[in-house]
């Protein structure tokens, strides 16, 4: 075999798919102004139908950190310290779906309010995304006390997922990069026909065609 040639074992460096299935030409960057901070379970970096890396390739202000317990001091540095030198400090808010969390007595701590006055200006919040299946989300939230400290932003009224191809998740949620998008236009206060919201759309349902054409071949 030619050695210039890609094998399977060669990796893209920013999606981390092998380099035949590189999503990274799927990306479109989006004209946004909230930051967002993915925090992504290390089982989800190489996997083929996670969409962490394609939600951080189309968001110009999002960071990627990859953990499951982050170190306390660096997790406080990426929630709230400011990305740009001199930037004015951000409200920092974790999108966790409703669950029976509230319900169960496993210590956690009660998230506090919303920043008042809701809803904030978009330049001043940080949207905090885990990106896992919903077991390994809801461990990452259980075992760094930082996000349980987060005010929480639930998703209300969403719609079903178009995610068909992946089962890792409860009824009712999304995959990282929809929930996403739901939340980036409310806080956003995009229309339901502004261009990100469109640009979104396209970007995802290319990703979930490129899965079905992987799938089939
Ligand atoms: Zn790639």
Redesign the pocket.
Known sequence: MNALQPTTRQ???????A?KT????LAVPIAHCLEVLILMHPLEVHEAKGTG?LLH?CLPHSRLLIGERFEAGLLHQALHAPWEPGARPRHSLLLYPETDVQNTSLGLIQPPALPAPWPCQPEVLRLVVLDGTWRKSRKMLFINPGLQSLPRLALSETPASAYAIRKAHAPGQLSSFEATALALARLQAWPPDAAPVRQLAQVFAAFIQSQQRQRSA
């Open positions: 990796r893209c460096p920013h999606c981390a798919r380099l590189c999503i990274c030409a890396h390739a």
